[in-house]
Every structure is written in structure tokens, then in C-alpha cells.
């Protein structure tokens, strides 16, 4: 089969790696569906029982296949759009954003948002990284040494096995309680209120803690006084829901310029007085711009959305 370019739409299956192959992680037929630009008709790959090469699926179906380990499905799950060429955009003095792929959370369709600060040495500090492609690592490239990967929750970890295999001198810093979770990858130190000396000049970190679920570590670039914040505070684009999950996400309060916290992870926090100090911390760092990782970047009054998205806390 040739390929026509990159697919427009596809169902990506969570599956697990044996080797340098990969093998569905339930023995029901699982289809993968790629609909491929100038056909009207989509293909269907039987992946019953069968291990296929990754690069064999990249190679023949220009298809970017997400790899999510460790969890079996019955199902395959929508993920849309399939393919956008990496784009470093840049939002400050040595700062810069790279949109990924919408990956499925429970059905739920989540964008994803990777930041990209320069160091003054010339090397790169990711912030949640996204999925890697040849694409981005070029572009990369081009601005410096990918250098230090950074996971700022539990929930941002996808991808960063494909990094660490890329950029093997890179160190993976985790956020509190990742590197519990995700024991078959090596991670530098947990982070915490102190930033390490590695970007201790540049970039400062305090933990948002109080939960007795996640924990996520707020950062503060200098140069270009922007609060990165992941999931902390969600501003989706209500459109991008429909049924039922436009409702439940709005009843969850994370649409929307008005959007925060989820309030069922609101409820978790019962010490809010290490919240606060927290919160009060990234306010004092008075950041300008607000990057989070899934809504829009905000440019300005960034102190100001916070406080209100984070009133919660009390």
C-alpha cells in the first residue's frame, strides 16, 4: 500500500512494547482505523494477535502511532487531528510552545502543550513533554541541547520513555509521586520547592500540594516572567466537546475563560493551608503571561487569572 501523506483522522490503541514490536494488550480484534488524505474510502489494519514494527506502521501508513503503556482497552479511542507538524512558537525571551496531539483521558478529547525554555548554557529545559517526532527533534536541535525533560504532575508522563530514548544525556526530573508510578523509567530527583542548580538562575518551581492525590509543581520562567501551569488551572475550548462530555466538562468547571481547577480534584485537597502557601508563592512571583497546558496562553494579567482560577484554595 503507498502512502497518500498523513492521515486525517485515526482511533489510536493503547498498546504495549515487546522489544522493538508492539502487541495489542487484549486478545479481542482491535481495528485501527486510518483515513488517508485523497481517499474516500478509510483502511482498516487487523491487529488480531499480531505484532507490528512501529517503524513498519510509520513507514507504510505515514501514521503517528501514540504508545501508551500499561493500559488495555476493549476499544479503540478517537484521536484528532491525527497529524500536526511541530511548530515552536515563540512566547518570550528564550520561551517557546509546541502544541501536540489530542489524546484521549477517558474519553475525554485533551490537547497537549509542551514549553520549551533556552538556558543561558544553550540547553533546553521541556516542560510536559508531547509526543516526539523526527520533526520536532530537528527543530529542536536547531535551538540548542535538549537537556532536562520535566513532568509537572502524575498525569503528564505519556511520553517520556520516547525521550529519554532519544536524548539518552538527557535527565527526567518527576514531579511528587511519578517516579512511584512509573518505576520502569530513571528519573534525576522528585522536584520540589527549591529549583535545582541546574536552572536555579532561570527558572523557579514551588510545589501546589495539600492533596491527598496529585501534587503538581507550578514553574516560573524569569526571562520572559511567565507561570507554567499544567493542570492546575484548564481553560478548554468548549466547542471541542459535544453530548454529554460538553456538559459534565462544564459542570466540572475547566471551560472556558472561567475555567480552574476540576472540582473533583478540588475536594482532595484537605490541607488547603500548604495550598495556599503554594498558590501564594506562584502570585509572588507576579508572572505577566500564564501558559497552561490545556487552554489558551494568556499573555497578560497572568497574577490576576491565577488569583481568580485559584480562589478556590481559599
Keep these: 500500500m503507498s502512502s497518500c501523506g498523513p492521515p486525517e483522522t485515526a482511533f489510536v490503541l493503547p498498546i504495549c512494547p515487546v522489544g522493538s514490536l508492539f502487541r495489542p494488550p487484549c486478545t479481542a480484534r482491535l481495528l485501527l482505523r486510518l483515513?488517508?488524505?485523497?481517499?474516500?474510502?478509510?483502511?482498516?489494519?487487523?491487529?488480531?494477535?499480531?505484532?507490528?514494527?512501529?517503524?513498519?506502521?510509520?513507514?507504510?501508513?505515514?501514521?503517528?502511532?501514540?504508545?501508551?503503556?500499561?493500559?488495555?482497552?476493549?476499544?479503540?479511542?478517537?484521536?484528532?487531528?491525527?497529524?500536526?507538524?511541530?511548530?515552536?512558537?515563540?512566547?518570550?525571551?528564550?520561551?517557546?510552545?509546541?502544541?501536540?496531539?489530542?489524546?484521549s483521558f477517558y474519553s475525554f478529547p485533551y490537547p497537549t502543550r509542551m514549553a520549551v525554555a533556552r538556558l543561558a548554557n544553550r540547553q533546553l529545559w521541556l516542560w510536559s513533554p508531547i509526543a516526539l517526532t523526527s520533526e520536532l527533534a530537528e527543530e529542536l536541535g536547531k535551538l540548542g541541547e535538549v537537556r532536562y525533560l520535566v513532568a509537572p504532575n502524575k498525569l503528564h508522563h505519556l511520553f517520556l520513555i520516547e525521550w529519554a530514548e532519544r536524548y539518552p544525556g538527557a535527565r527526567m526530573y518527576a514531579a511528587p509521586g511519578l517516579a512511584k508510578k512509573r518505576p520502569d523509567l530513571t528519573f534525576s530527583a522528585e522536584l520540589g520547592d527549591e529549583s535545582p542548580s541546574e536552572?536555579?538562575?532561570?527558572?523557579?518551581?514551588?510545589?501546589?500540594?495539600?492533596?491527598?492525590?496529585?501534587d503538581e509543581v507550578v514553574f516560573f520562567h524569569r526571562p520572559s516572567r511567565s507561570a507554567l501551569v499544567c493542570d492546575l488551572i484548564q481553560k478548554h475550548d468548549k466547542s471541542a466537546f459535544s453530548g454529554w462530555r460538553r456538559w459534565a466538562m462544564q459542570l466540572d468547571g475547566m471551560v472556558g475563560p472561567d475555567g480552574s481547577t476540576p472540582r473533583e480534584w478540588r475536594a482532595t485537597f484537605n490541607k488547603r493551608a500548604v495550598?495556599?502557601?503554594?498558590?501564594?508563592?506562584?502570585?509572588?512571583?507576579?508572572?505577566?503571561?500564564?501558559?497552561?497546558?490545556?487552554?489558551?496562553?494568556?499573555?497578560?494579567?497572568a497574577k490576576d487569572v491565577i488569583a481568580s482560577s485559584l480562589a478556590w484554595i481559599g
Aim: charged share 15%; aromatic share 8%.
Design 275 to 301: 495550598a495556599r502557601a503554594g498558590r501564594d508563592a506562584v502570585l509572588d512571583w507576579n508572572p505577566r503571561q500564564l501558559i497552561v497546558a490545556h487552554g489558551p496562553i494568556i499573555p497578560e494579567n
Design 199 to 214: 536552572w536555579q538562575n532561570e527558572i523557579d518551581q514551588t510545589v501546589i500540594g495539600g492533596s491527598f492525590v496529585m
Design 35 to 103: 483515513g488517508f488524505l485523497g481517499q474516500r474510502d478509510p483502511v482498516r489494519l487487523s491487529l488480531h494477535g499480531e505484532r507490528l514494527a512501529l517503524s513498519q506502521v510509520l513507514r507504510e501508513h505515514s501514521f503517528q502511532l501514540i504508545v501508551t503503556p500499561n493500559h488495555a482497552i476493549t476499544q479503540p479511542y478517537r484521536y484528532a487531528p491525527l497529524y500536526t507538524p511541530p511548530v515552536l512558537n515563540p512566547v518570550g525571551e528564550e520561551l517557546w510552545t509546541v502544541e501536540g496531539p489530542i489524546v
